[in-house]
C-alpha cells in the first residue's frame, strides 16, 4: 500500500504547499502534514513518524524531520487544519457529485478500561461500547460530502443537523428510519434535496398530532413509488462505502490505543479518509 500511494499523497502535499506557502516558521505546514500522514498510512503513533530511521524505505521524505512536540503543537494550529481541509477538498472534488447522496454513522469503538473522558457510551449493533462516532453524507465521489466525528452516545438525527446544511448540489438524500424527522427534511430541502428515509420503527404512519413537513409528507408518498423504492433499495451503499474504508492495510480499522480524546480522533479519521479515498483514485485509474 506503501508503494502505490505514498508517491501520490506525497505529490499532492508538495503541490498544495507551494500554493499555501508557511511563513516565518521552521516546518512548513506541508512537512507537518506529511509527517503526521506517513505514521498514520503504516499505523503508528507520531513519535514513530518523527524519527530517520523509519523513513528508509522511502526517497519521498522532507529534508528535515520535526520532533514529536513540535508536530503536535503544529498540528493544532490554524494554517495546518486549513491545509489539511484544503487538501481534503483537493481530492473529493476530483469528481462530479452525483445526484443520490446516503446519510449514516460508523461507530469507533474503545476498549472499555479506556481512561480517555470523551470516550461516551453509548449503542452499537450488539448492545452497548464506549468510543466515538463517525457521522458522514457520502455520495459518490472518493470522499464524503461531510462528516463529523463525535462521542458514541450523541444520536444521530442531531448530528445531522448540523450535517446537512454543510451539503452542496442537489438530487435525493438517502438514509434509515431515524431521519425521519421533520427538521431534517426542511434543511434538506433548503439545500437542494429531497430526504428520503425508511419508516421509524414502532410507527406504521410515520405520522403524529403535529404539523407535518409538507417534504415529508412528500417522501412518505414517495416510499410506495418505484422510484422511492429503487433508492431506499441503495441504501445500504453507504454500509459498503464504510465498509471498504477500513479493509485494507492503513484503512480505518479500530482505533489504536494512541489514538484518544476527540480531536486526536478527528484528526486520525481524516488521514484515514484521505488515504482511502486516494486508494479509491487509484484504482479507478487502474481499471480505466
Known sequence: ?????????????????RQLRS?????????????????CLHDRPQCWSCESRNWKSTRLKPVAIPSDST?????ESPSVKNFMTVLHETVR????????????AKP????????????????????????YKLHAIWSNRPLPEVWTVRSLNENES????????????????????QFDVNVLHDLSFERHHQLLTLPRRGNAKGLGH??????RLWAIEMRHGDLGRKLLRQRTQIERLF??????????????????RLHRVRRWVWAKLLINGLRIQHRKRLKA
Open 1 to 17: 500500500m506503501e508503494c502505490e500511494l505514498w508517491p501520490r499523497l506525497y505529490a499532492l502535499v508538495i503541490e498544495l504547499g
Open 210 to 215: 403535529i404539523k407535518q413537513s409538507p417534504h
Open 23 to 39: 511563513r516565518r516558521v521552521r516546518y512548513s505546514d506541508a512537512v507537518i502534514v506529511l509527517v503526521f500522514l506517513w505514521g
Open 71 to 75: 508536530l503536535s503543537r503544529r498540528l
Open 158 to 177: 442531531p448530528v445531522a443537523q448540523s450535517l446537512i446544511p454543510q451539503l452542496g448540489g442537489c438530487g435525493y438524500l438517502v438514509g434509515d428510519g
Open 108 to 131: 469507533l469503538v474503545v476498549g472499555s478500561c479506556s481512561k480517555d473522558p470523551e470516550a461516551k457510551a453509548g449503542r452499537v449493533a450488539k448492545g452497548m461500547a464506549r468510543g
Open 93 to 104: 472534488n476530483g469528481d462530479d457529485q452525483d445526484l443520490l447522496s446516503f446519510i449514516d
Open 243 to 260: 465498509g471498504n474504508a477500513t479493509n485494507f492495510a492503513g484503512g480505518l480499522a479500530p482505533l489504536p490505543n494512541w489514538v484518544r
